[in-house]
């Protein structure tokens, strides 16, 4: 009878055995989803490399009742489509080799950055100096219209309109000062070779420096495109 039991017992551990071996044999099958979202993770960390400061990336749950099979090599990550990494987006993985599949993840990536605002309200045409703003650190995916990282970027630059306190500074809002206002007596110089000629104008435009408007001789009467190079000053090369 004991030899009988110890039969029974040796029976049933190897039957056990059997069963745990089966069980680990499937779960080495099924492509781990944390792996998955960790493939996601590090192609978004690569994409924002380059950033100024640390992004926050959070990878999208993905159905614990998904069964991939388990790829035999690397997984790859990619972007479905032409996208940046900032915002809302869907990255795809793909197992290429063997048990071949694709899934899309959704993910969020999130930049900050220093940030230049004004430091006060601000009317339109102010041309800006130190004390006109300060940085501060803000998340920037949402600022489509760009965005300046220090405040030298916008010294003497005017804006287009009115801002309030806590306005963010970015290129669309600021321009070059206008040296010249529409209307304005101006000197047109006109080079060629060696030769400078001077004569009085009437500007017929507004015109920051570098600019090219349309003067007018007041001599001639005869409307010219002229460059600004100054205060009431601008040139034409013959």
Not at 7 to 34: K, N, P
Not at 137 to 155: I, N
Request: glycine share 10%.
């Amino acid at each position: 009878m004991l030899t009988d039991m110890k039969h029974l017992y040796r029976a049933a551990a190897f039957a056990a055995a059997l069963a745990c071996t089966g069980v680990l044999s499937a779960a080495e099958a099924i492509q781990s989803l944390d792996v998955v979202r960790g493939v996601v993770k590090g192609f978004l960390e690569e994409q924002t490399a380059g950033s100024t400061s640390t992004p926050r990336i959070e990878v999208g749950a993905l159905d614990s009742r998904l069964r991939l099979p388990l790829c035999p090599e690397p997984l790859e990550a990619w972007f479905p489509a032409a996208a940046r990494a900032q915002g809302n987006v869907t990255v795809g993985v793909r197992c290429k080799v063997g048990a071949t599949w694709s899934i899309y993840v959704p993910a969020k990536v999130q930049v900050f950055d220093r940030v230049v605002v004004s430091a006060r309200p601000l009317s339109r045409g102010s041309v800006l100096a130190a004390g006109d703003v300060e940085l501060t650190d803000m998340e920037v995916t949402s600022l489509a219209g760009g965005y300046l990282s220090a405040p030298e970027q916008a010294f003497g630059k005017a804006l287009r309109r009115n801002v309030q306190i806590g306005a963010v500074l970015g290129p669309g809002l600021l321009e070059l000062p206008k040296l010249i206002q529409r209307g304005e007596r101006v000197k047109i110089i006109a080079r060629t070779g060696g030769m400078e000629v001077r004569m009085e104008g009437e500007a017929l435009e507004d015109g920051a420096e570098g600019e090219v408007i349309r003067v007018r001789n007041r001599s001639s009467k005869r409307g010219v495109e002229a460059r600004v190079a100054g205060p009431g000053t601008v040139e034409i090369r013959l």
